[in-house]
């Protein structure tokens, strides 16, 4: 499985953007670059996903680099409510099970 | 209904005991896997089904560690003469089709404490 490097922490303030870095040199061009976040006391949830071109849904933007040997998560407006461990995952193509394989993710601290 | 549902949400064993853990999937989901999650660290896969079949085991720590889901959509997880290290919160995900375009929604999860 391709492996990520993340920060293991991250701190921000309320209402500022957020920008949450990935890294995985080892990508392959069929994996996919997914990022789940996991509140406290909760399962982890699906935030976006991309293959090679930046994505935005209403929760957040993932920008990818050009290369694919990095990505970003963006947080645009932080809320108390972001404060979260976020795991970057690589994906591939679909071929049989689909098991996710995490790191140990960014804990994001968001500051009133 | 709307979620994954994971049963108990707690649950306290001693050393020794036999557990039970289930999960309900989002109705119609093919998929369902279990995940093992220790404090501080990320998920680790445990099992993988597609509807009753269980096409990947690779993950369970042990054949103390057995999991079932006879009809295609309720699944349980069973960790038999439990020890200390099996103490974690095991999750569970369902999701519709296999695929890399659609997320998994995960439960809540269960927190075994082996005491």
């Known amino acids: 499985d391709a492996k990520t490097t993340q920060p293991n922490s991250m701190e921000s303030n309320e209402e500022e953007p957020v920008h949450l870095p990935c890294n995985h040199s080892?990508?392959?061009?069929?994996?996919?670059i997914h990022w789940y976040r996991q509140l406290p006391s909760q399962g982890p949830e699906y935030v976006i996903h991309g293959l090679t071109s930046n994505v935005n849904n209403r929760m957040a933007s993932l920008a990818i680099a050009e290369d694919r040997k990095s990505s970003t998560l963006i947080l645009h407006r932080a809320t108390l409510r972001d404060a979260a461990v976020y795991y970057c995952i690589l994906r591939p193509l679909p071929q049989g099970a689909q098991k996710l394989v995490f790191g140990q993710g960014t804990r994001l601290t968001i500051n009133p | 209904g709307a979620g994954v549902s994971q049963s108990p949400r707690y649950k306290v064993a001693k050393r020794g005991q036999d557990v039970a853990l289930r999960c309900d999937p989002i109705?119609?989901?093919?998929?369902l896997f279990w995940y093992q999650q220790a404090l501080g660290q990320g998920p680790e896969f445990l099992t993988y089904f597609q509807n009753e079949a269980q096409l990947d085991k690779s993950g369970l720590p042990s054949d103390r560690f057995f999991a079932e889901r006879p009809e295609g959509s309720v699944s349980t997880l069973k960790i038999q003469r439990t020890q200390q290290e099996d103490s974690a919160v095991y999750l569970c995900?369902?999701?519709?089709?296999?695929?890399?375009?659609?997320?998994?929604?995960f439960g809540s999860g269960t927190r075994l404490t082996v005491v």
């Open positions: 109705s119609g989901h093919v998929s």
């Open positions: 995900a369902s999701s519709l089709v296999l695929g890399t375009d659609y997320g998994y929604t």
């Open positions: 080892t990508i392959s061009g069929t994996d996919y």
